[in-house]
Protein backbone atom coordinates (compact mmCIF):
# COMPACT_ATOMS: atom_id res chain seq x y z
CA UNK A 1 0.00 0.00 0.00
CA UNK A 2 0.76 3.26 -0.88
CA UNK A 3 1.48 5.92 1.95
CA UNK A 4 4.18 8.23 4.49
CA UNK A 5 6.70 6.49 6.76
CA UNK A 6 7.64 8.61 9.29
CA UNK A 7 10.11 7.49 11.99
CA UNK A 8 10.95 6.90 14.97
CA UNK A 9 7.71 7.27 16.06
CA UNK A 10 8.91 8.88 19.61
CA UNK A 11 12.51 10.51 19.79
CA UNK A 12 14.44 12.08 22.95
CA UNK A 13 17.33 14.56 22.31
CA UNK A 14 19.67 16.34 24.56
CA UNK A 15 20.00 19.50 24.77
CA UNK A 16 22.35 20.84 22.24
CA UNK A 17 22.45 17.79 20.02
CA UNK A 18 20.85 17.67 16.47
CA UNK A 19 18.34 14.94 15.58
CA UNK A 20 16.97 13.59 12.14
CA UNK A 21 13.66 13.15 11.60
CA UNK A 22 12.37 10.53 8.97
CA UNK A 23 9.70 10.83 6.07
CA UNK A 24 9.83 8.93 3.45
CA UNK A 25 6.62 8.66 0.83
CA UNK A 26 5.98 6.14 -2.27
CA UNK A 27 2.88 7.34 -3.53
CA UNK A 28 5.31 9.83 -6.45
CA UNK A 29 4.10 12.89 -4.82
CA UNK A 30 5.98 15.75 -5.75
CA UNK A 31 5.69 18.05 -2.92
CA UNK A 32 6.00 17.42 0.84
CA UNK A 33 5.68 19.38 3.63
CA UNK A 34 7.17 19.43 7.42
CA UNK A 35 4.77 20.66 10.19
CA UNK A 36 5.08 21.21 14.12
CA UNK A 37 1.85 20.55 16.61
CA UNK A 38 2.28 22.22 19.80
CA UNK A 39 -0.15 21.01 22.01
CA UNK A 40 -3.78 22.18 21.73
CA UNK A 41 -2.58 23.76 18.93
CA UNK A 42 -3.11 23.47 14.90
CA UNK A 43 -0.10 22.47 12.67
CA UNK A 44 2.79 25.31 11.66
CA UNK A 45 3.97 25.12 8.54
CA UNK A 46 8.09 24.60 8.70
CA UNK A 47 9.71 23.54 5.12
CA UNK A 48 8.75 22.46 2.17
CA UNK A 49 9.30 20.77 -1.34
CA UNK A 50 8.06 20.83 -5.00
CA UNK A 51 10.66 18.98 -6.35
CA UNK A 52 13.76 17.76 -5.67
CA UNK A 53 17.04 19.51 -5.05
CA UNK A 54 14.46 22.41 -4.01
CA UNK A 55 12.87 23.77 -0.64
CA UNK A 56 11.19 26.75 0.82
CA UNK A 57 11.16 28.04 4.49
CA UNK A 58 7.78 27.98 6.13
CA UNK A 59 6.80 30.12 8.52
CA UNK A 60 8.80 28.33 11.67
CA UNK A 61 11.55 27.36 9.68
CA UNK A 62 14.23 28.47 12.35
CA UNK A 63 16.52 26.12 13.84
CA UNK A 64 15.22 23.28 11.11
CA UNK A 65 17.06 22.21 8.07
CA UNK A 66 15.93 19.99 5.52
CA UNK A 67 17.19 18.48 2.32
CA UNK A 68 15.46 16.43 -1.11
CA UNK A 69 18.21 14.46 -2.63
CA UNK A 70 15.28 12.02 -3.71
CA UNK A 71 11.56 12.44 -4.44
CA UNK A 72 10.69 9.43 -1.77
CA UNK A 73 12.65 11.38 0.88
CA UNK A 74 12.53 14.66 2.91
CA UNK A 75 14.10 14.28 5.80
CA UNK A 76 14.05 17.02 8.94
CA UNK A 77 16.90 17.79 11.41
CA UNK A 78 16.21 19.69 14.41
CA UNK A 79 19.35 21.20 15.21
CA UNK A 80 20.69 22.96 18.57
CA UNK A 81 19.53 26.53 17.35
CA UNK A 82 16.11 25.40 17.93
CA UNK A 83 15.46 26.33 21.52
CA UNK A 84 12.01 24.84 21.85
CA UNK A 85 12.22 21.89 19.68
CA UNK A 86 9.62 19.23 21.94
CA UNK A 87 6.71 18.93 19.77
CA UNK A 88 4.79 16.62 17.37
CA UNK A 89 5.99 16.32 13.85
CA UNK A 90 4.14 15.63 11.39
CA UNK A 91 4.70 15.17 7.47
CA UNK A 92 2.75 15.10 4.61
CA UNK A 93 3.15 15.05 0.59
CA UNK A 94 1.09 16.23 -2.22
CA UNK A 95 0.55 15.14 -5.93
CA UNK A 96 2.46 18.23 -7.90
CA UNK A 97 -0.60 19.48 -10.23
CA UNK A 98 -2.19 21.60 -8.53
CA UNK A 99 -5.85 20.77 -10.00
CA UNK A 100 -5.98 17.44 -7.93
CA UNK A 101 -6.00 18.65 -4.08
CA UNK A 102 -5.30 16.04 -1.75
CA UNK A 103 -2.42 15.85 1.05
CA UNK A 104 -1.21 12.64 2.64
CA UNK A 105 -0.24 12.85 6.24
CA UNK A 106 2.89 10.50 7.64
CA UNK A 107 1.80 9.37 11.67
CA UNK A 108 3.94 11.75 13.34
CA UNK A 109 7.18 11.79 15.72
CA UNK A 110 7.12 13.03 18.91
CA UNK A 111 10.48 15.00 19.70
CA UNK A 112 11.08 14.98 23.12
CA UNK A 113 14.06 17.29 24.70
CA UNK A 114 15.72 15.58 27.80
CA UNK B 1 -0.66 33.85 5.07
CA UNK B 2 -4.19 33.32 5.76
CA UNK B 3 -5.43 32.81 9.47
CA UNK B 4 -8.33 30.60 10.25
CA UNK B 5 -9.72 31.14 13.65
CA UNK B 6 -11.73 27.96 15.17
CA UNK B 7 -14.19 27.65 17.39
CA UNK B 8 -14.85 26.46 20.06
CA UNK B 9 -11.28 25.34 21.24
CA UNK B 10 -12.46 22.20 23.11
CA UNK B 11 -15.91 20.92 23.42
CA UNK B 12 -17.66 18.21 25.89
CA UNK B 13 -21.13 16.76 24.52
CA UNK B 14 -22.46 13.25 26.05
CA UNK B 15 -23.40 10.76 23.39
CA UNK B 16 -26.04 11.22 20.78
CA UNK B 17 -26.31 15.15 20.95
CA UNK B 18 -25.46 17.08 17.83
CA UNK B 19 -22.66 19.78 17.86
CA UNK B 20 -21.26 22.07 15.27
CA UNK B 21 -17.14 23.61 14.91
CA UNK B 22 -16.67 26.39 13.00
CA UNK B 23 -13.46 27.69 10.91
CA UNK B 24 -13.45 31.23 9.57
CA UNK B 25 -11.30 33.12 7.71
CA UNK B 26 -10.77 36.90 7.08
CA UNK B 27 -10.18 35.88 3.02
CA UNK B 28 -11.95 33.98 0.34
CA UNK B 29 -11.04 30.56 1.00
CA UNK B 30 -9.34 28.80 -2.12
CA UNK B 31 -9.83 25.19 -1.04
CA UNK B 32 -11.13 24.30 2.80
CA UNK B 33 -10.11 20.93 4.32
CA UNK B 34 -11.27 19.42 7.45
CA UNK B 35 -9.11 16.56 9.37
CA UNK B 36 -9.59 14.52 12.52
CA UNK B 37 -6.50 13.63 14.56
CA UNK B 38 -5.87 11.22 17.72
CA UNK B 39 -3.72 12.34 20.04
CA UNK B 40 -0.23 11.54 18.99
CA UNK B 41 -1.34 10.40 15.43
CA UNK B 42 -1.64 11.83 12.06
CA UNK B 43 -4.23 13.45 10.11
CA UNK B 44 -7.77 11.82 8.92
CA UNK B 45 -8.68 13.33 5.93
CA UNK B 46 -12.64 14.27 6.23
CA UNK B 47 -13.79 16.61 3.60
CA UNK B 48 -12.36 18.94 1.08
CA UNK B 49 -14.21 22.33 -0.13
CA UNK B 50 -13.92 24.37 -2.49
CA UNK B 51 -16.99 26.12 -4.08
CA UNK B 52 -19.41 28.63 -2.18
CA UNK B 53 -22.07 27.27 -0.61
CA UNK B 54 -21.30 23.30 -1.01
CA UNK B 55 -22.39 21.03 1.47
CA UNK B 56 -20.56 17.38 1.80
CA UNK B 57 -21.41 14.55 3.98
CA UNK B 58 -20.02 11.22 5.16
CA UNK B 59 -21.80 9.19 7.29
CA UNK B 60 -23.08 11.52 10.26
CA UNK B 61 -20.31 14.41 9.48
CA UNK B 62 -21.48 17.46 7.53
CA UNK B 63 -19.28 19.89 6.35
CA UNK B 64 -20.52 23.07 4.73
CA UNK B 65 -18.91 26.35 3.29
CA UNK B 66 -20.60 29.56 2.99
CA UNK B 67 -21.55 31.57 -0.45
CA UNK B 68 -18.56 34.15 0.35
CA UNK B 69 -16.34 31.31 1.17
CA UNK B 70 -14.97 32.62 4.36
CA UNK B 71 -16.65 30.63 6.93
CA UNK B 72 -17.27 26.54 6.95
CA UNK B 73 -19.03 24.53 9.71
CA UNK B 74 -18.87 20.90 10.51
CA UNK B 75 -21.92 19.29 11.60
CA UNK B 76 -21.93 15.98 13.59
CA UNK B 77 -25.12 14.25 14.13
CA UNK B 78 -25.79 11.70 17.03
CA UNK B 79 -22.36 11.82 18.32
CA UNK B 80 -20.31 8.72 19.22
CA UNK B 81 -17.52 8.28 21.60
CA UNK B 82 -15.91 7.45 18.11
CA UNK B 83 -16.27 10.87 17.10
CA UNK B 84 -13.74 12.13 20.16
CA UNK B 85 -10.34 13.57 18.88
CA UNK B 86 -9.30 16.81 17.64
CA UNK B 87 -10.66 18.42 14.24
CA UNK B 88 -8.69 20.49 12.59
CA UNK B 89 -9.78 22.64 9.00
CA UNK B 90 -7.45 23.53 7.19
CA UNK B 91 -7.25 25.94 3.70
CA UNK B 92 -4.69 25.43 0.78
CA UNK B 93 -2.59 28.57 -0.06
CA UNK B 94 -3.94 27.98 -3.87
CA UNK B 95 -0.16 29.36 -5.17
CA UNK B 96 2.31 27.19 -6.76
CA UNK B 97 3.25 25.68 -3.26
CA UNK B 98 0.05 25.16 -2.17
CA UNK B 99 0.63 24.88 1.46
CA UNK B 100 -2.06 23.82 4.17
CA UNK B 101 -2.59 26.44 6.88
CA UNK B 102 -4.58 25.12 9.62
CA UNK B 103 -7.11 26.55 12.76
CA UNK B 104 -6.16 25.95 15.64
CA UNK B 105 -8.12 22.99 16.21
CA UNK B 106 -11.22 21.73 18.02
CA UNK B 107 -10.62 19.23 20.87
CA UNK B 108 -14.19 17.16 21.15
CA UNK B 109 -14.99 14.98 23.90
CA UNK B 110 -17.95 12.58 23.54
CA UNK B 111 -19.16 11.23 27.12
CA UNK B 112 -21.07 7.99 27.08
Known amino acids: DGGITQSPKYLFRKEGQNVTLSCEQNLNHDAMYWYRQDPGQGLRLIYY???????QKGDIAEGYSVSREKKESFPLTVTSAQKNPTAFYLC?????????????FGSGTRLTVV | SQELEQSPQSLIVQEGKNLTINCTSS?????LYWYKQKYGEGLIFLMM?????EEKSHEKITAKLDEKKQQSSLHITASQPSHAGIYLC????????????FGGGTRLMVKP
Open chain 1, 92 to 104: ASRIGDRTIIGYT
Open chain 1, 49 to 55: SQIVNDF
Open chain 2, 27 to 31: KTLYG
Open chain 2, 49 to 53: LQKGG
Open chain 2, 90 to 101: GCSSGDAGNMLT
